[in-house]
């Protein structure tokens, strides 16, 4: 399994170099102004309030929710060697971006299901057990372990949600389902791609982040400042880790969903459950309702 994820990841990391690497610069520093406008504000100690709680809500949509679709954008027109100028990625981006964030939802709670449930196990021990001495480092380890364990496994499964919704054009419910079903059929080739070639970037900006923070430790002001601003701090490295996650997950779709379409063809279709499809059914009436406001018939559900 590790030899095939190291393969298959290092394949679409390199094929990174292939594509308009000027176009993602581009966008990363584009999307970079949000979150340090985020830092900057956050840094001048600002009073509480709506105002503030509102600004940062619209920074953290435009510079950590909205660009992954923009990013698909791109990497879509450079796979097919197609340039085309920014502004027609970030509207392109912006049509499909209801149906992206009606999957993320989905992904989402796939996530924090079980996250959530070793969150509240962790908490659990921390409050009402806990041990002592070597037995409690232990303890405390493999729930550290386990969670960093949980997150890879899901998020390895739920990779490619967002790009059979937008690439592979399935509704955000059976794009979830179809990615966990995918996911799981070629989990090392998917954990190989989402953790090859984001390792390079993240590992550096990880040091750089915890390198700023044991800087600033021993100041209580200049502490506090770093951890206000961390959610900010995230959400530009990930516009930065971006490039290479997104090329290489939509070299992972070329790849595998054809496959997966032949096998179907073949096989016929994996049953629909009747929650997923009570969920497509419901996808549908924010559709209906902008039809009904645009006077227009539109392509959905989402």
Known sequence: MAGTAWRTGGHYRRAVLAYTPWTYVALVLLFSVPPVAAIVILASHPPEGLGLALTLAVLNFFGTIAPPVMFMMAVAAGYHRERR???????????????????????????????GSVVLLFRWYLEEVRLSGPADAAVVAALYAGSIVVGLYVHARTLLAPFLAVHGNLPGTLAALGAWRLGGRYFPQGFGTMVVPAGPVVLPIAGIIVGVYLALRDSPDASGTFFATLPAQMGLALNIVRPVVVTATYGFFQDYWPRELRRRAADGTPPTPWPARALVTVSWWPVRAAEWLLRRPLPGPL
Do not use: C, D, E, K
Not at 91 to 106: C, E, I, K, Q
């Open 85 to 115: 100028p920014i502004v027609v990625h970030l509207w392109h981006g912006a049509t499909w971006l209801p149906r992206y964030l009606w999957t993320n939802l989905h992904t989402s709670v796939i996530f924090w299901a079980p996250m």
